[in-house]
């Protein structure tokens, strides 16, 4: 296995902070609830991507480890759009 550069695990928890704190705020916004959830949920899939690459260290993982992590995806996907066409 190949060396890889140390992550810089205090950015990625600002990072992550400053994105909780955005959500936060975002959530109190006027605007459709569609849109609140949207913008929700794309933040939060930012976030996990941002844990699973970095803290789970999939980033520097073989491809088969990829694909393991991605194949519940679509079934994420799918059970999030159908609870928002619940509103």
Known sequence: MSEHEAPRYVLIWVVLLAMTLA???????????????TGLIVMAFYKAYLVAMYYMHLKWEPKRLW?????????AVIMVLAIITEF
Do not use: N, Q, S, T
């Not at 959500?23 to 959830?37: D, R, S």
């Open 23 to 37: 959500e936060v705020g975002f959530a109190f916004m006027p605007l459709p609830k569609f849109w609140l959830a």
């Open 67 to 75: 694909v393991m992590a991605a194949v519940p995806l679509p079934l």
